[in-house]
């Protein structure tokens, strides 16, 4: 289907990141009216994935969804995660999101590099006044997200990859 633009801010509320691992649902969501970023895991088997999903369409309320390719290869998967709370299909736009978007590894530099973080946070003084810490340890303290959360950090990731490509420009600090 086709990309999230700005400019349809309905469409564009509840961008959510979903993926699947054999003992977690991982899933990110950017909450464009209230601009928060929400992810975390969520223990699963296979019997109760159709539960999972379920539960984050009611939670999260998703307007369009950034999928794992392990997802969208598997049809009755997708259709499970697309098909609306009532039960209708392909109720949800989407994209499939390509497999190296998906990496923990590059998602805290992803953070640490592209988000300014605003804290209070200073690890000393210097006789310009405060320093600073650095943007990484500001991200470990000002953080919700648990940043040792591999399907977490998965979902955030490709959620942060996606909004860089299609919503807003995420620029590397000088």
């Known amino acids: 289907?086709?990309?999230?633009d700005a400019e349809e801010s309905e469409r564009c509320s509840n961008i959510t990141a979903v993926l699947q691992t054999s003992?977690?649902?991982?899933?990110?969501c950017f909450n464009n009216i209230e601009n928060i970023i929400y992810a975390d895991s969520i223990a699963t088997s296979a019997a109760d994935v159709q539960d999972v999903f379920y539960t984050?369409?009611?939670?999260?309320?998703p307007t369009y969804l950034v999928v794992h390719p392990k997802i969208a290869e598997n049809a009755g998967l997708l259709?499970?995660?697309?098909?609306s709370k009532e039960g209708a299909s392909d109720h949800y736009p989407f994209k499939v999101e390509k497999r190296a978007s998906w990496s923990s590894e590059n998602c805290v530099g992803q953070l640490s590099s592209k988000l300014r973080i605003k804290s209070g946070c200073y690890v000393g003084t210097?006789?310009?006044?405060?320093?600073p810490s650095s943007n990484f340890n500001l991200l470990r303290h000002a953080s919700a997200i648990d940043l040792?959360?591999?399907?977490?950090?998965?979902?955030?990731?490709?959620?942060?990859?996606?909004?860089?490509?299609?919503?807003?420009?995420?620029?590397?600090?000088?």
């Open 79 to 83: 259709s499970v995660l697309l098909s």
């Open 56 to 61: 984050i369409k009611v939670l999260l309320n």
């Open 126 to 131: 210097s006789a310009g006044g405060p320093v």
């Open 23 to 28: 003992n977690y649902v991982g899933v990110a």
């Open 148 to 174: 040792n959360n591999s399907s977490a950090l998965q979902a955030l990731n490709a959620l942060l990859l996606y909004l860089q490509e299609h919503v807003f420009t995420l620029d590397d600090r000088a």
């Open 1 to 4: 289907m086709d990309s999230c």
